[in-house]
């Protein structure tokens, strides 16, 4: 039962490490040196979206958005600043106050900044499961905008139903 149960992990695992973020156009992308290239503040609304939902860029950039941030409304804007090699941290503002801020772990590759993968598995044996990845990147275009772009894979069970969502996004978000 054990060993069942560690291989099933396995090919999971495995076969999850093969879903990766779209690549943008490459004549679109900027080339990037450091992440200080990042560095500047961004409108909070996408000027472009290729997705139904629409979400800000806090929204996207923070898995644990609560209510209130996830409802900003008026001039909110989001700075980002390089801390390190690997790690951006990502500042809300509304009207010039600071609301929330929030580090994001990555690392850079060719020209666009590649968040950790951000999984959660909950295996119960025919009972429940659940597995989630989500994963972000960022780059810049020619006109110094913010490009994101993101990938959500989840699926579970509960006994025997099977059921999954996944779902990719490129938005784009002016530089002020």
Same mark, same amino acid.
């Given at each position: @039962?054990?060993?069942?149960?560690?291989?099933?992990?396995? *090919?999971?695992?495995?076969?999850?490490? *093969?879903?990766?973020?779209?690549?943008?156009?490459?004549?679109?992308?900027?080339?990037?040196?450091?992440?200080?290239?990042?560095?500047?503040?961004?409108?909070?609304?996408?000027?472009?979206? &290729?997705?139904? %939902?629409?979400?800000?860029?806090?929204?996207?950039?923070?898995?644990?958005?609560?209510?209130?941030?996830?409802? @900003?409304?008026?001039? %909110?804007?989001?700075?980002?600043?390089?801390?390190?090699?690997?790690?951006?941290?990502?500042?809300?503002?509304?009207?010039?106050?600071?609301?929330?801020?929030?580090?994001?772990? /990555?690392?850079?590759?060719?020209?666009?900044?590649?968040?950790?993968?951000?999984?959660?598995?909950?295996?119960?044996?025919?009972?429940? /499961?659940?597995?989630?990845?989500?994963?972000?990147?960022?780059?810049?275009?020619?006109?110094?905008?913010?490009?994101? &772009?993101?990938?959500?894979?989840? $699926? /579970? $069970?509960?006994?025997?139903?099977?059921?999954?969502? &996944?779902?990719?996004? %490129? &938005?784009?978000?002016?530089? @002020?």
């Amino acid at each position: @039962m054990s060993i069942r149960l560690l291989l099933i992990l396995s *090919c999971i695992i495995f076969l999850t490490g *093969c879903a990766s973020v779209k690549q943008v156009q490459s004549d679109r992308v900027k080339p990037i040196e450091t992440l200080s290239d990042f560095n500047g503040s961004y409108k909070n609304y996408a000027v472009e979206n &290729d997705s139904l %939902t629409g979400k800000t860029l806090w929204n996207r950039l923070n898995y644990q958005a609560t209510g209130s941030e996830s409802n @900003m409304t008026g001039e %909110t804007i989001v700075r980002l600043k390089a801390l390190n090699t690997k790690q951006i941290e990502i500042t809300l503002f509304q009207r010039n106050k600071l609301i929330n801020s929030v580090i994001i772990n /990555g690392k850079l590759k060719q020209n666009y900044f590649v968040s950790r993968h951000n999984r959660k598995i909950i295996p119960v044996p025919f009972i429940y /499961g659940h597995f989630s990845n989500k994963q972000l990147q960022f780059s810049i275009d020619q006109y110094n905008n913010l490009t994101l &772009d993101g990938i959500n894979n989840q $699926w /579970g $069970w509960v006994f025997v139903f099977l059921a999954s969502r &996944d779902n990719s996004f %490129t &938005d784009r978000y002016k530089k @002020m």
